[in-house]
T-cell receptor, first 110, second 113 residues
Framework: RKEVEQDPGPFNVPEGATVAFNCTYS??????FFWYRQDCRKEPKLLMS???SGNEDGRFTAQLNRASQYISLLIRDSKLSDSATYLC???????????FGKGTTLSVSS | EADIYQTPRYLVIGTGKKITLECSQT?????MYWYQQDPGMELHLIHY???????EKGDLSSESTVSRIRTEHFPLTLESARPSHTSQYLC????????????FGQGTRLTVV
């Protein structure tokens, strides 16, 4: 079983749509959770950390369910500029390095 | 902008050559990482370091080696490049805390012909 699993998509949505990405992780001892964004042929950049109580940053909301080992990212009012690959990231078994999911590709069209 | 730099950005080299990919950061981060990513595919951790003189192998077996003699510098070396090494190599660094953000360099696109 892969450590971090994501639906690869692609998700093709119109501007203004709400889209949700899901991620599951295998290491129940994981303590750190993130969503990164990677544009085509660019390096990944942090979108937001994910906290146990859930957190929101503008149009983006992240949720964590430790019991189900499940992380989600909700994007409201999608913009063209949101088109990218969204990477779910969890710390590894030893808690020392970050393990990336394969990513979910989002394409927002006008 | 993150203060982490990789050189070269692009490298095309012949089979059998020895290559070193450079990575430097000026943020004073203890942790540094090397990831390998093929086009459209996921990032695979190949090496990481907790600090000076500390290196560990990641979850993806790699024929490359790394060294960490200085905090700011984490070079990756391939003793004998092969076409199977063709990929993008991404270097990252973070503070020591478990919830710390990782900052990435712009990557080195390696092509072995």
């Amino acid at each position: 079983r892969k450590e971090v699993e994501q639906d690869p998509g692609p998700f093709n949505v119109p501007e203004g749509a709400t889209v949700a990405f899901n991620c599951t992780y295998s290491n129940s001892a994981s303590q750190s959770f993130f969503w990164y964004r990677q544009d085509c042929r660019k390096e990944p950049k942090l979108l937001m950390s994910v906290y146990s109580s859930g957190n929101e940053d503008g149009r983006f909301t992240a949720q964590l369910n430790r019991a189900s080992q499940y992380i989600s990212l909700l994007i409201r009012d999608s913009k063209l500029s949101d088109s990218a690959t969204y990477l779910c990231v969890v710390n590894d078994q030893a808690g020392t390095a970050l393990i990336f999911g394969k990513g979910t590709t989002l394409s927002v069209s006008s | 902008e993150a203060d982490i730099y990789q050189t070269p950005r692009y490298l095309v080299i012949g089979t059998g050559k020895k290559i070193t990919l450079e990575c430097s950061q000026t943020m004073g981060h203890d942790k540094m990482y090397w990831y390998q990513q093929d086009p459209g595919m996921e990032l695979h951790l190949i090496h990481y370091s907790y600090g000076v003189n500390s290196t560990e192998k990641g979850d993806l077996s790699s024929e490359s080696t790394v060294s960490r003699i200085r905090t700011e510098h984490f070079p990756l070396t391939l003793e004998s490049a092969r076409p199977s090494h063709t990929s993008q190599y991404l270097c990252a660094s973070s503070e020591s805390g478990g919830g710390a953000e990782a900052f990435f360099g712009q990557g080195t696109r390696l092509t072995v012909v």
